[in-house]
């Protein structure tokens, strides 16, 4: 199993969930976070609306699921299409090897638990 971890613009949250979804994985979770990567940063207004400042972080979001080694690829490749628009910044994809899962409730283990 593998866990896949993947950070995109707030503005592709649900195109990028709804294609991890259909792409096979049974669940996600999704965490809102600030960061400084490759994308460029937003022009905020100051207080009083007339100096311009750089925003010190993007908004970003990520998504973390976990599936099994056959469906990993076709979870990226969804991903990656949802979350592309040719423009730095558009997000990563992290992909790490998962050695155990127990579901909680029903004591389920590893795939079986997803």
């Known amino acids: 199993m593998k866990r896949l971890e993947t950070i995109v613009k707030s503005d592709k949250l649900s ?3 709804n294609a991890i979804r259909s792409a096979g994985a049974k ?18 207004r100051s207080g009083r ?6 925003a010190e972080y993007n908004m ?6 976990v599936v099994d080694d056959s469906e ?12 592309y628009t040719g423009k730095s910044g558009d997000g990563i994809i ?3 090897d998962v050695d155990q899962v127990v579901n909680i409730a029903s004591k389920k283990t590893d795939s079986s638990a997803l």
């Not at 609306?49 to 750089?54: E, K, N, P, S, V």
């Not at 970003?60 to 699921?65: G, L, N, R």
């Not at 990993?72 to 979350?83: E, F, G, K, R, T």
């Open 15 to 17: 195109q990028v969930v």
């Open 27 to 44: 669940g996600v979770t999704v965490t809102s976070i600030k960061g400084q990567g490759s994308g460029e940063r937003p022009m905020l």
């Open 49 to 54: 609306g007339t100096a311009q400042i750089r």
């Open 60 to 65: 970003m979001d990520s998504i973390m699921t």
């Open 72 to 83: 990993v690829s076709n979870v990226v490749s969804a991903i990656s299409q949802a979350a």
């Open 94 to 96: 992290i992909v790490t």
